[in-house]
């Protein structure tokens, strides 16, 4: 998505209404923060969609990690952003991830309460901070009149269907099928992405592409270690197959084309976008892969402290932390993974005996895709951005 960019939005059917606003969208550099805010943004009849980049390429760490306490701050805004953060004040700013809320918040005030907030995924900050929040399963947002819990996560398709990857397309049509895409991120609470994991990976992709007859389609993430692209790429060489690596690879990014075009797909557990992306996808099967538990020590704590605050005794402590932004519980990719399965949209990678991926015993039914699910909580969501401006 470019920088402090122009995002072209849904014009209005009718303005008499659904009137035209002005947005802003706060964008920390997570691609799938911005892809949750720029999914809904483009159902809004708006006038003027802007995204600031709140910091430098890779300056994200600067932001505070606790806007709860900081409260309505730019600490860690880049002057950049700084110059742009002035009069006039749109009617509703989207942000997400640490550090945008105290960002959106000193907006709030600048703008004398008129600039709407609403904050996706999960606020780290009081609930009532915001005039609204979007989220899903997998963050674990206490019910509250101003939260919307979505069924799903967004997504955000490209405005150019080539995604500036037309330059893959021959290449991919001189590839026998079935195409195989593996989508591979990286180390992320509660998951690791290691060698072992790699290599599982590896194993599980190759089983699957030899039994079919097909092609590799491989994708990297910037998570992915330098490690596992080492393992993954000398297994691919081994393969029919066309191999993006995030950061080394020429050309433009064939992520989206990949999972267009694919028949199948396995992606890794670490992403709820990316799991987001396979299920809604036209692919005839869909596998996700299972990484091993982090288990560093930080997730331990956080894990026994959100554990503590749901027992009897602490119950109440618990619900009031949550509620500043100061408790806040791993995020339940697991939840999510199994949701996506037992409702159809696709199955469990084995977690050891990678040859049974070679079966097609599980894939005799049709698969569900998530899509339809997507679009209609998206409708949703912008609804209720919408009403909410109604009602200024």
């Known amino acids: 998505m470019p920088a402090a960019d122009r995002l072209h939005a849904r014009p209005a059917s009718n303005q008499a209404e659904v009137p035209v ?4 969208i706060l964008d920390t550099g997570q691609r799938g923060d911005l892809a949750q805010m720029v999914a809904v943004a483009r159902q809004l009849s708006c006038a003027d969609v802007r995204i600031i980049p709140l910091v430098d390429d890779g300056q994200a760490s600067r932001l505070p990690h606790w806007p709860a306490l900081r409260g309505a701050s730019l600490a860690g805004v880049s002057s950049a952003a700084r110059r742009q953060l002035c009069p006039p004040w749109p009617d509703v700013v989207f942000c997400a991830g640490r550090g945008a809320q105290a960002a959106a918040r000193w907006v709030g005030r600048q703008a ?7 904050n996706f995924l999960r606020p780290q ?19 509250a009149p101003n939260v919307l819990h979505l069924q799903a996560m967004l997504l955000a398709d490209a405005e ?8 893959w397309e021959e290449r991919l049509n001189s590839l026998p099928r079935p195409w195989i895409a593996v989508l591979a991120g990286g180390g992320s609470p509660p998951y690791a992405f290691d060698e072992h994991d790699a290599r599982r990976l590896a194993d599980c992709m190759e089983a699957r592409v030899t039994s ?22 000398e297994r691919a060489a081994t393969l029919p197959h066309l191999a993006y690596v995030w950061g080394r690879s020429r050309g433009e990014n064939p992520h989206q084309l990949f999972i267009r075009q694919a028949d199948e797909i396995i992606v890794t557990m670490d992403s709820l976008s990316m799991m987001t992306e ?3 996808s036209n692919a005839n099967r869909v596998m996700l892969f299972p990484l091993a538990n982090a288990n560093s020590m930080k997730q331990r704590l956080r894990g026994l402290a959100s554990h503590l605050a749901d027992t009897p005794a602490l119950s109440a402590v618990g619900r009031a932390l949550r509620s500043l932004g100061l408790l806040l519980p791993p995020q339940d990719k697991e939840g999510y993974a199994a949701m996506l399965v037992c409702a159809g949209y696709a199955l469990f990678a084995p977690r050891n005996n990678c040859n049974e991926m070679a079966q097609d015993s599980d894939f005799v039914a049709p698969r569900r895709s998530l899509r339809p699910v997507v679009e209609a909580e998206c409708r949703r969501a912008a609804l209720a951005v919408e009403q909410l401006l109604a009602r200024r």
């Not at 900050?125 to 019910?143: E, G, H, K, N």
């Not at 079919?212 to 790429?233: D, E, K, M, N, Y």
């Open 21 to 24: 606003i002005s947005l802003w």
């Open 112 to 118: 004398g309460g008129y600039t709407k907030l609403v």
């Open 278 to 280: 396979a299920a809604a």
């Open 212 to 233: 079919s007859g097909g092609s590799l389609l491989l994708s990297t993430s910037p998570r992915t270690p330098p490690g596992a692209v080492r393992i993954l790429q």
């Open 160 to 167: 150019n269907a080539d995604d500036g990857a037309r330059t």
């Open 125 to 143: 900050a009081p609930l009532s901070w915001f005039d609204l929040v979007i989220t899903m399963p997998p963050f674990r947002v206490p019910p």
